[in-house]
């Protein structure tokens, strides 16, 4: 059995199981060993009922007390009990259970385990699990894998086929060689795989992870470093000068651009009319500006008489940059003659705009993805610019420019990064910082609290709705996910937006909106909100990325805990975006005092930098897998700021491995090439940032 072997041959899976395990992209036995746990559980020491923290998965070890009590609503059955020890009482409540009245003996001793919840003084757990204390010391300090399932699939089932792949499958060979092992430390992939599920404890886990997340910053750091080789030599062949209308548009503006923005656009334009094509990242923190300076770029381009495209991350993004440009054509005279392409747009729609964008009709195309898909044939493309999401490898390029040459590229990103970090991870892309905000701003003012102070966070929202201002709430999860112990008590929106729809004023307009809706759904959601046909918008982290209502001022964050901070730092930069004072409320699920201190780095600092890397100190190595810091780089596993240091390591052993054999001919580096070449045939568009 290989990586390649089909996964109904393993004992167990049969079509059923095979159909299932296709919903997760798992085909072969390769990919089932490649799908790692999301998470482990943990079977803590059981604590003292005085102990328990609400918001906590914890076990006690208490006595049945007192006479059950059960109850029938509808179909559901529910038994409640209470259990206790020497420290205190522990309600226990279980649904459609009722046989556990007889076999849970009053006076008998159990483990209860499960989420502490609290109703005033009293402590709950709902549908705790139920262990002897011999079953549960057998238990006690393993990791057991959990992993991302689909309805009819259990963690059960996947660890008996994990299991199995691992014995029977061969893995292949290393790929690295002994000496790289050593320096950096490392253990064997077949090693990394084996213990990425079923790790004896913590440590191993650690290895494991450390191992498989050098491996994807290495290929990462390979490719790239190719890339920058072939991309450095491109010959410009769009030499831009400057004409009347970039000069014209900034006068009309009603504002000045801040020095950064200015130093940018000076930058870029020198790199337009250089020998070289553009291949330039601005990076800039929420707020900065960054549309602007896009915007000259493609102005100039235009008035070259060429076109350019404007790629967003979703199409509610793009949507927005779409009307932006037409009131900038409107107000300011611009000659943009824009085309909308996203992916939800119907047949026609999309024939119509492939028609525009061929003849040349359209001197600028704004979209997803959709506009760098093969279909789309430009006349005359010059430049891309995307927003917060990619960079281009040479091919992909040279696939752009279809029959003519290739465009320039420039690439806005919002993601904090410090310097050193940023040299490493975009060595191939000359790098503009717009390090200062737009002046006239009214610092967004924060709090951090516990859940206890949602009624008052909610008068405070109908306070700012009745004063004409919009409000967004942002929620962990989509849908409630009962199943899942930790996921119960997450915040999701859809309950969410029943819940505040309750809890305000009637006629305040409360919407949901989250990435499973339909695409025409979210774009529908979206333009009300911007036209404040919307007053509360309930929503995932979807709008994280550069949504535009400068009528919002305030952002509610539910299960702040639950975020990575550079990540609560872009959903703050989603509101003082106006002329109004702007608020932040960050809703921490668990009171735990860490927890609380880490939320609180938020309040001392507006610097997206200094967030970040504050966080990292802060955070335990038990958060390895509970938050990631930046969705803005498709690293599966790793995390650019917590793995910083074997980014490090990663990016010294690719200088050494191309200083001493940069095309990978030596016989000691064929297992290495041969994976490097699979990787480079996965990565299908060079990574997004
Ligand atoms: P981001 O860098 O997050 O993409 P935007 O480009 O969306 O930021 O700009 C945020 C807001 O600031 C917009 O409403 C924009 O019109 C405004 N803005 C941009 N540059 C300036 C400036 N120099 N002075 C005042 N406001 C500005
Ligand atoms: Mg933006």
């Given at each position: 059995m290989d990586k390649n072997t089909p996964v109904i041959e393993l004992k167990g899976v049969g079509e059923k199981t095979q159909t299932l395990l296709t919903k997760l992209n798992i085909k072969t036995v390769g990919d089932l060993l490649a799908s790692w746990p999301r998470d482990y559980e943990t079977y803590g020491e059981p604590v003292e009922i005085r102990c328990l923290v609400p918001g906590e998965i914890c076990a006690v070890h208490a006595a049945v007390t007192g006479i059950p009590n059960e109850k029938r609503t509808g179909r559901l059955h529910i038994l409640n009990m209470k259990a206790a020890d020497e420290t205190g009482e522990l309600h226990l409540t279980f649904f459609n259970l009722p046989f556990l009245k007889k076999t849970l003996k009053r006076g008998g001793f159990y483990?209860?385990?499960?989420?502490?919840?609290?109703?005033?003084?009293?402590?709950?757990?709902?549908?705790?699990?139920?262990?002897?204390?011999?079953?549960?010391?057998?238990?006690?300090?393993?990791?057991?894998?959990?992993?991302?399932?689909?309805?009819?699939?259990?963690?059960?089932?996947?660890?008996?086929?994990?299991?199995?792949?691992?014995?029977?499958?061969?893995?292949?060979?290393?790929?690295?060689?002994?000496?790289?092992?050593?320096?950096?430390?490392?253990?064997?992939?077949?090693?990394?795989?084996?213990?990425?599920?079923?790790p004896n404890d913590y440590g191993d886990l650690v290895k494991a992870r450390r191992r498989l997340v050098f491996d994807e910053f290495f290929s990462f750091l390979f490719l790239m470093r190719k890339n920058k080789e072939a991309g450095e030599r491109l010959e410009n062949h769009y030499r831009l000068p400057e004409t009347a209308d970039t000069v014209r548009f900034l006068e009309r503006l009603p504002f000045p651009l801040t020095g950064a923005q200015r130093k940018v656009w000076e930058e870029i334009r020198s790199d337009l009319g250089s020998p070289y094509c553009m291949n330039r990242l601005v990076q800039g923190d929420v707020g900065s500006g960054k549309t602007i300076v896009a915007v000259l770029a493609l102005l100039m381009t235009a008035a070259n008489g060429y076109q350019g495209a404007l790629m967003a991350p979703t199409e509610?993004?793009?949507?927005?940059?779409?009307?932006?440009?037409?009131?900038?054509?409107?107000?300011?005279?611009?000659?943009?003659?824009?085309?909308?392409?996203?992916?939800?747009?119907?047949?026609?729609?999309?024939?119509?705009?492939?028609?525009?964008?061929?003849?040349?009709?359209?001197?600028?195309?704004?979209?997803?993805?959709?506009?760098?898909?093969?279909?789309?044939?430009?006349?005359?493309?010059?430049?891309?610019?995307?927003?917060?999401?990619?960079?281009?490898?040479?091919?992909?390029?040279?696939?752009?420019?279809?029959?003519?040459?290739?465009?320039?590229?420039?690439?806005?990103?919002?993601?904090?990064?410090?310097?050193?970090?940023?040299?490493?991870?975009?060595?191939?892309?000359?790098?503009?910082?717009?390090?200062?905000?737009?002046?006239?701003?009214?610092?967004?003012?924060?709090?951090?609290?516990?859940?206890?102070?949602?009624?008052?966070?909610?008068k405070f929202i109908a306070g700012e709705v009745k004063k004409g201002r919009q409000v967004y709430v942002i929620c962990p999860q989509v849908e409630g996910d009962p199943e899942s112990e930790g996921g119960a008590s997450l915040e999701n929106v859809v309950d969410y937006t029943e819940k505040l729809r309750g809890a305000l004023p009637p006629g305040v307009q409360v919407t949901c909106l989250h990435g499973r809706m339909r695409p025409a759904?979210?774009?529908?959601?979206?333009?009300?909100?911007?036209?404040?046909?919307?007053?509360?918008?309930?929503?995932?982290?979807?709008?994280?990325?550069?949504?535009?209502?400068?009528?919002?001022?305030?952002?509610?964050?539910?299960?702040?805990?639950?975020?990575?901070?550079?990540?609560?730092?872009?959903?703050?930069?989603?509101?003082?975006?106006?002329?109004?004072?702007?608020?932040?409320?960050?809703?921490s699920g668990n009171e735990k005092e860490e927890t609380m201190e880490r939320l609180k780095i938020l309040n001392s600092s507006n610097d997206g930098f200094h967030i970040?890397?504050?966080?990292?100190?802060?955070?335990?190595?038990?958060?390895?897998?509970?938050?990631?810091?930046?969705?803005?780089?498709?690293?599966?596993?790793?995390?650019?700021?917590?793995?910083?240091?074997?980014l490090k390591l990663a990016s010294d052993a690719v200088d050494r491995l191309l200083a001493g054999d940069p095309d990978l001919k030596k016989a000691e580096n064929a297992d290495l090439g041969r994976y490097l070449a699979e990787e480079a045939r996965n990565s299908v568009d060079f990574r997004s940032i």
């Open positions: 483990i209860f385990r499960g989420m502490v919840q609290s109703r005033g003084t009293e402590k709950i757990m709902e549908q705790p699990k139920i262990f002897s204390l011999e079953e549960y010391q057998k238990l006690t300090g393993r990791l057991i894998p959990r992993y991302s399932l689909t309805k009819g699939l259990t963690d059960h089932a996947m660890q008996k086929y994990m299991r199995q792949a691992l014995s029977l499958c061969e893995l292949g060979a290393e790929h690295f060689s002994g000496q790289v092992l050593q320096e950096n430390g490392l253990i064997t992939e077949r090693e990394a795989v084996e213990k990425i599920h079923f509610v993004l793009a949507i927005q940059h779409y009307e932006t440009i037409q009131e900038f054509v409107r107000k300011y005279g611009l000659i943009f003659r824009p085309v909308l392409l996203v992916g939800s747009m119907n047949a026609k729609e999309k024939k119509e705009a492939y028609g525009k964008i061929a003849s040349g009709e359209v001197n600028l195309v704004i979209g997803t993805h959709a506009l760098i898909q093969e279909k789309v044939q430009y006349r005359s493309l010059a430049l891309v610019v995307t927003d917060e999401q990619h960079r281009f490898g040479v091919r992909q390029r040279e696939h752009l420019a279809g029959k003519g040459e290739v465009p320039h590229i420039l690439v806005m990103s919002a993601t904090p990064i410090p310097r050193t970090l940023a040299i490493i991870l975009y060595g191939d892309l000359h790098i503009s910082v717009i390090d200062e905000l737009p002046a006239r701003r009214l610092p967004i003012k924060n709090c951090v609290v516990n859940t206890a102070w949602r009624p008052k966070a909610y759904d979210k774009k529908r959601i979206m333009e009300d909100f911007s036209a404040h046909a919307i007053d509360v918008l309930v929503s995932t982290t979807v709008v994280e990325v550069g949504i535009n209502v400068p009528n919002a001022t305030v952002m509610m964050v539910e299960n702040a805990e639950r975020f990575g901070l550079a990540q609560l730092h872009q959903l703050r930069g989603r509101v003082g975006r106006g002329e109004y004072q702007s608020y932040c409320i960050f809703v970040a890397s504050e966080d990292l100190k802060l955070r335990g190595p038990g958060d390895l897998f509970g938050i990631r810091q930046s969705g803005a780089f498709s690293f599966r596993m790793g995390d650019i700021y917590s793995d910083a240091p074997v």
